[in-house]
């Protein structure tokens, strides 16, 4: 009767844990759907800041001084601090709950996007991408908090549409950065004070997000981590305690070769998107010779497919998971994302504007919605090192993107094109150890299951090696 109780006073259908069974979109009841909504509209806000500089390029190289070498310096930084930060922000979320980290976060990288409003030589240029970019290692605490919030059936859906939801701030800053910058030029005359004035808007939004966040947010279904008590650890996602240490939590997550492999993929969907972000608009700018509004526009494309395509990945993986387990989540990330490698491969060989925007919004969809499945694999790795595997597989996308910019953006050794042709090579190639992951309750995409119904799939979920 107490448990009926407790389960009525949510506005969503919940399971024995309080998560919800339901992702109900146009709702903002509390606690799940009020956290929902404010994980991808604070993280939102971080990638509207870390890509408001890429669509300006053109205009800040004239006024900083900036050389091709500056330029690619600069993209590596946007994306090389996320790897750490993103490592650390899975502990982090695991100690401090993903509420607190993430909004730590965000306030303490938005001073950064300020200080490019005044920013006056390519180090410092440089020095404000990287500080900027450790914001987006909000993303493993956007999705941690779906994982605490939403039941397994549901918890790839929620993960899709929260980070590609939020992963739309990147095309939405290719797009309305240069129109804020034109709009103030206009009524100031200076394009010098309209880029930087610019700048400010990103920032504000920044600070805005993360206070929110803290305002109305809440880590669990049943409370803040820092109200957690013993009762409900037994029934919610586990906050690590004495026996169960911090550290033991550490090396159990960084001890499981599957998080590894997911580190690996992801770095060859989402460093992917990463490094098209920083590259996609200069592209379309230099070969096609399009103006900075018109280069920004179609750059926007790339990013904004991230609205239907990360969710689409997640409800692919969803669906497949109720229909053939966890071969189905396995063999949809590996089809998806390979198909993604093909049309990247593709899109260096175009030589037309029309053919290269199609094939670049195609690539968009299945790169972005293999980001997707692979998030829909990685809440049923570890329940106790969850934050761990979270901030590994991250972490591993922004690897991913520093290793393609330094390989194929930077300096003079490829063009764009080739560049963009070499890396989907890679996405093919960096894809198939998916067939390498394995689990002893669910089976892998060639084989079935290895346990007996004896076993308890629930412990060994919890402790996976």
């Given amino acids: 009767m107490q448990e009926k109780e407790e389960v009525s006073k949510f506005a969503l259908p919940v399971d024995e844990e309080h998560k919800a069974t339901e992702l109900r979109l146009l709702s903002a009841a509390g606690p799940h759907m009020r956290a929902f909504h404010l994980a991808w509209l604070s993280l939102f806000t971080c990638y509207f800041s870390t890509f408001a500089t890429p669509p300006l390029l053109p205009v800040l190289r004239r006024h900083l001084h900036l050389s091709p070498v500056d330029v690619a310096h600069a993209g590596v930084a946007s994306v090389s601090g996320i790897i750490v930060a993103r490592l650390a922000m899975g502990p982090a979320c695991d100690l401090l709950g993903p509420r607190v980290a993430s909004a730590a976060l965000a306030l303490l990288t938005a001073p ?67 129109l804020a910058y034109s709009f103030i030029l206009r009524l100031s005359g200076s394009p010098s004070f309209s880029w930087r004035a610019a700048f400010l808007i990103p920032a504000t939004l920044q600070v805005v997000g993360a206070l929110a966040v803290l305002a109305f947010g809440q880590d669990l279904p049943d409370g803040n981590f820092v109200s957690f008590s013993r009762s409900q650890e037994k029934r919610s996602l586990r906050k690590p305690t004495s026996k169960e240490g911090f550290w033991v939590v550490i090396a159990d997550g960084l001890g499981n070769y599957r998080g590894w492999i997911l580190c690996l993929t ?86 037309s504007l029309g053919a290269s925007m ?46 393609i910019q330094l390989l194929f953006f930077s300096g003079t050794k490829y063009s764009k094109e080739t560049g963009i042709s070499l890396m989907g090579v890679m996405v093919l190639v960096c894809t198939l150890p998916v067939s390498l992951i394995y689990f002893p309750q669910w089976g892998g995409m060639f084989c079935g299951s290895s346990t007996s119904e004896d076993d308890d799939p629930e412990e060994d979920y919890h402790l996976l090696k």
């Fill in 112 to 178: 950064a996007v300020y200080a490019a409003s005044a920013v006056s030589s390519p180090t410092g240029f440089i020095v404000l991408r990287f500080v900027a970019g450790l914001s987006l290692a909000n993303f493993v605490a956007n999705q941690y908090w779906m994982s605490s919030m939403f039941a397994p059936g549901v918890v790839g859906r929620a993960n899709g549409v929260s980070a590609g939801w939020a992963n739309a701030g990147s095309g939405a800053a290719q797009f309305l950065m240069p």
């Fill in 266 to 351: 992801y770095g060859y969907c989402y460093g992917v998107e990463l490094a098209m972000e920083n590259v996609v608009a200069e592209y379309f700018y230099g070969r096609f010779g399009l103006g900075v509004e018109a280069a920004g526009l179609v750059a926007a494309c790339f990013g904004m497919a991230n609205v239907v395509s990360r969710p689409a990945g997640g409800m692919i993986s969803d669906a497949m998971g109720r229909r053939f387990g966890m071969r189905g989540r396995l063999w949809s990330l590996w089809v998806v994302q390979t198909v993604g490698g093909v049309l990247c491969v593709l899109l260096g060989r175009m030589s």
């Fill in 358 to 403: 199609t094939v670049m919004c195609c690539f968009a969809f299945f790169a972005q919605a293999a980001s997707g499945l692979t998030y829909g694999v990685v809440p049923f790795v570890s329940k106790r090192s969850l934050g761990v595997i979270s901030g590994l597989t991250g972490s591993g996308g922004a690897l991913g993107g520093v290793v």
